[in-house]
DNA sequence: CCATGTGAAGATCTTCACAGCG
DNA sequence: CGCTGTGAAGATCTTCACATGG
């Protein structure tokens, strides 16, 4: 696994012992019992349903991707503010009026939600799906989100992670 | 700037404090002073011509994502191994064969490079982008990829970071 | 008095080294 | 002997607290 990941060795045993001791020592970790335990640990098989706003290019791109399910995850709600694109459908999924967005995620109690809108937004966005009921937010827009201690953000920055890559040219 | 970030503010100081001293004490950080210094200090103004390969659905959303000359990167070369793909443009960039690749990197001269293409052929890529000289990565395939030290590679994996959002949902 | 700059302290994360056990 | 599990050491990152100087 290490060599796999790249991560040191002690570093995962370590990571392991937090959850509880899966191996035996002098033998090793039983191959089923360690995917089992760590799939437990993880939520494995549990299903998420996520909303996303913004349906630009990231927001269609995350919609199309197919990976999503494989690891839990449904993209079940998806708003826009634009009328061109409510009503339409990509993938399947209808998109809807944000306008309708706290209503909805409160009737299907979702609690994790994506933002893929310009930076201008993305604040107000958020402060609706918090008001929605969401606690946890994934933002691609690059803007520094405030919210409450209880939910948790996630900020994803491509041309911040390109600026770093750069740094290291050097 | 502490508020707008949610950096605290000796972070910033000493963050600052690293690459010089921008203020004067008991007054404050010239505003023209220190946004020179800082972008000199992180090469803005520069322009970075990147290669992408991949043209997915996230690449393809990059490709049209216009946030990234903003930031001083232009995405100038793409590259597929679809032959449906290669030739036809995407925003006006032409999509060249996979195959080429390693040739036009050395020919441009280009050292950052973004990865789009599935988790099966990202090392592959890798390999061949590391052979055309590039020593920077961007990577979005789900996969650890293997490198010598002197390429740094940053991961991109949404679904881990929703994965993450979803442990601190308890 | 005020805001920067920075050693020191504190918190956190990673690695080491070895005890424990099959 | 080999591999896990883990306390201790080490490295790194963040925050505190205050000296410094306008």
Redesign the interface.
């Known amino acids: 696994m290490s060599e796999?990941?790249?991560i040191n060795s002690s570093q995962i045993r370590k990571d392991f012992s937090y959850f509880g001791a899966f191996g035996k020592r002098g033998v090793g970790y039983p191959l089923f019992g360690l995917t089992e335990q760590l799939k437990e640990v993880?939520?494995a098989g549990q299903k998420?349903d996520?909303a996303l706003v913004g349906v630009g290019?990231?927001g269609?791109?995350?919609l199309?991707?197919k990976?999503?399910s494989?690891?839990g995850?449904n993209i079940k709600l998806v708003f826009d503010n634009d009328v061109s694109k409510i009503g339409t459908k990509v993938d399947n999924i209808k998109i809807q009026d944000i306008q309708k967005m706290e209503k909805c995620l409160k009737d299907q109690k979702i609690?994790?939600g994506i933002i893929t809108v310009p930076a201008e937004s993305a604040q107000e966005v958020a402060y609706k799906m918090i008001g929605g009921g969401v606690?946890?937010?994934?933002n691609f827009a690059?803007i520094?989100i405030?919210h409450p201690p209880e939910v948790?953000i996630?900020h994803?920055d491509?041309?911040i992670?390109?600026?770093?890559?750069?740094y290291?040219?050097f």
């Open positions: 796999i990941t790249g993880m939520r998420w996520v290019n990231i269609t791109a995350l199309r991707y990976g999503f494989k690891r995850f609690n994790i606690r946890s937010i994934l690059p520094n405030k948790s996630k994803i491509i041309a992670e390109l600026e770093k890559l750069v290291y040219l």
